[in-house]
């Protein structure tokens, strides 16, 4: 169990680092370039950057590749080559900063500011998102990723979700611990 926890872990990795750079690595130009949407509202809201989105795929890719030179040839490897690793990598952070724009574009649709919260949004769809595109690699994981697997990893990006939004909010990276 605790090895099948692991090989998961490792797995959803690119998509947990690609979802947090942004934070560190984002600002700049917004990636709606400040448009509305046809409601009137800003499609994403100025939060959503051209270089967080860069950071989050670049930073999946590099997660990837890093995980693809050192668990490959140890017994927590997951794929059946070292370049399914690079895939994974950028289908998970392309999936991960993708899933949160459409959760920003829902937050919007339902009047959120920036910085609010929004359950379920703000924790999960990233990883859902990620999932779906992470799915194109499915056939070269050595293992299966069952829906009790999925279950499990919902609980913990909500939980890592929490710590890490809190650890931004006192590392003063974020304006609120959510």
Known sequence: MVFHFIQLFIFILPAYVANSLPVLLGHGTPIDLNKNFIDGKRIFGPGKTVRGFVSAV????????????????????????????????????????????????????????????????????????????????FDSLLFTLSFVDVLILIIITFTLHKIANLLAYIFKLKNVPW
Do not use: H, W
Request: charge should be positive; include cysteine; glycine fraction near 16%.
């Open 58 to 137: 670049v930073g999946g890719f590099f997660i990837g590749g890093i995980l693809g030179l050192f668990i490959f040839n140890t017994p927590y490897n997951i794929f059946n080559s070292q370049m399914s690793y690079i895939y994974s990598g950028v289908l998970l952070g392309f999936g991960a900063i993708f899933g949160d724009l459409c959760g920003s574009f829902l937050k919007r649709r339902f009047n959120r500011e920036r910085g609010t919260s929004m359950f379920f949004i703000d924790e999960i769809i990233f990883l859902l998102i990620a999932l779906l595109f992470g799915s194109f690699v």
